[in-house]
């Protein structure tokens, strides 16, 4: 059982590369999230997937799209890279149940020059 | 979105207890409370959530206003490991549309 996986852990990108972060979990989660964390900052909600083959727009939506790929997977793209866009973004899932615990991933940084 | 209010930061000594507190006067009866840290270089763990009553687990304690407008994360005896960024986030209600929104939390040092 590894929760929930977030590939790369790391990528350098050029100001108009695109890119798509992974993210999996293994719980059976119905919800997924992306999370942006900028420098001494909190948590800001990029987009969401309540159930398998529905997104929704977070706080900070622009400039990404998302994929409910299955239940399993949400990826994160990034069609053309901005430095604004240098973070480290979090993937989480959750239950089905108001009370239940969100599950974060380790992280992904990206840098963008 | 039910929204919440944190300090900034926190300052406590190490071994002593530490009252962590959360403003939420506009939760709504159907919102749980729930508390994440975050350590550093790593993403939020959970640490407690509550209802109505208090709650105890083994990392900490939840005091839970009687009218719900605010609680309180309780550490009753902090560790250098303890020093991370609390969030305080409502979960649910009655319009829920499964956002989980965070605020900035509140970073808690921890002195020797």
């Known amino acids: 059982n590894a929760g929930v996986t977030q590939t790369p852990k790391f990528q350098v990108l050029k100001t108009g590369q695109s890119m798509t972060l992974q993210c999996a979990q293994d719980m059976n989660h119905n919800s997924m999230y992306w999370y942006r964390q900028d420098p001494g900052m909190g948590l800001r909600l990029i987009y969401y997937s309540a159930s398998e083959g529905t997104t929704d727009k977070g706080e900070v939506p622009n400039g990404y799209n998302v994929s409910r790929l299955n239940k399993r997977e949400f990826s994160l793209r990034l069609e053309s890279a901005a430095p604004s866009q240098t973070s480290v973004y979090f993937c989480?899932?959750?239950?089905?149940?108001?009370?239940?615990?969100?599950?974060f991933g380790p992280g992904t940084r990206l840098l963008v020059l | 979105d039910a929204k919440t209010t944190q300090p900034n930061s926190m300052e406590s000594n190490e071994e002593e207890p530490v009252h962590l507190p959360c403003n939420h006067s506009t939760i709504s009866g159907t919102d749980y409370i729930h508390w994440y840290r975050q350590l550093p270089s790593q993403g939020p763990e959970y640490v407690i959530h509550g209802l109505t009553s208090n709650v105890n687990n083994r990392m900490a304690s939840l005091a839970i206003a009687e009218d719900r407008k605010s609680s309180t994360l309780i550490l009753h005896r902090a560790t250098l490991r303890d020093a991370a960024v609390y969030y305080c986030?409502?979960?649910?209600?009655?319009?829920?549309?499964?956002?989980?929104?965070f605020g900035k939390g509140t970073r808690l040092h921890i002195l020797p």
């Open positions: 989480a899932s959750v239950g089905g149940r108001v009370w239940e615990t969100q599950y």
């Open positions: 986030i409502l979960i649910g209600g009655a319009n829920r549309d499964d956002k989980i929104i």
